[in-house]
């Protein structure tokens, strides 16, 4: 089946550090997206980035699709960075997303 | 400012009850997304809509749920009876197609005592 992987599972950083997450799928892309998840709960959207290179403001995101993975950057980072960062994928035919565990990352001031 | 509502966002109700969750989608998608998120599992598609037609709901315990799309505007997911297993987060999300960038509700919060 599809799988979603995602590294590091846990990530603490100071404030104005800079981290890289990777998500690596298992399939042909046709969507991927990352989200954040604050505290609150929402799910923000980040990129939907199935290929290529995108920027943000203090956030990037690539896709090498070839490869088969993807990373998200952020630089330096702020408290209001924290929360649970997830990958989202779908493959070939298939539509249905599927979410990769999550990176937990914690900014401390 | 274009977003995805979903009402309750937040349920607290006795097993055996019927649950009725709903979701306006972001005016203009045609796609509907209804997913669970639960410490276990974690984020989970339980069934999906193009054009207001299911066109997948495998994800979705069959005996107990239900999802429809009564109009363009409106999507619900129901439980019933509810079990105190499917207390867990409930997302709706909307999409111009099935393949492109999904936005997500804020959720409803659901327990099942």
């Known amino acids: 089946g599809i799988q979603v992987e995602q590294s590091p599972p846990d990530l603490i950083l100071q404030e104005g550090a800079n981290s890289t997450l990777r998500c690596n799928f298992s399939d042909s892309v046709n969507n991927l997206q990352w989200f954040h998840q604050n505290p609150w709960g929402q799910l923000i959207n980040l990129f939907y980035?199935?290929?290529g290179t995108k920027q943000n403001g203090r956030l990037s995101a690539t896709t090498v699709a070839t490869e088969r993975y993807s990373l998200l950057y952020i630089s330096s980072s702020q408290t209001t960075d924290s929360g649970v960062y997830f990958c989202?994928?779908?493959?070939?035919?298939?539509?249905?997303?599927?979410f990769g565990k999550g990176t937990l990352l914690t900014v401390n001031p | 400012d274009a977003r995805v509502t979903q009402t309750p966002r937040h349920k607290v109700t006795e097993m055996g009850q019927e649950v009725t969750m709903r979701c306006q989608p972001i005016?203009?998608?045609?796609?509907v997304f209804w997913y669970r998120q639960t410490m276990m599992q974690g984020l989970e598609l339980l069934a999906y809509?193009?054009?207001?037609?299911?066109?997948?709901d495998s994800g979705m315990p069959k005996d107990r749920f239900s999802a429809e799309m009564p109009d363009a505007t409106l999507a619900t997911l129901k439980i019933q009876p509810s079990e105190p297993r499917d207390s867990a987060v409930y997302f709706c999300a909307s999409g111009p197609t099935p393949s492109y960038e999904q936005y997500f509700g804020p959720g409803t919060r659901l327990t099942v005592t």
């Open positions: 809509f193009r054009n207001r037609a299911p066109l997948d």
């Open positions: 989202a994928y779908s493959g070939g035919s298939n539509y249905k997303l599927t």
């Open positions: 005016l203009g998608h045609n796609t």
């Open positions: 980035i199935p290929s």
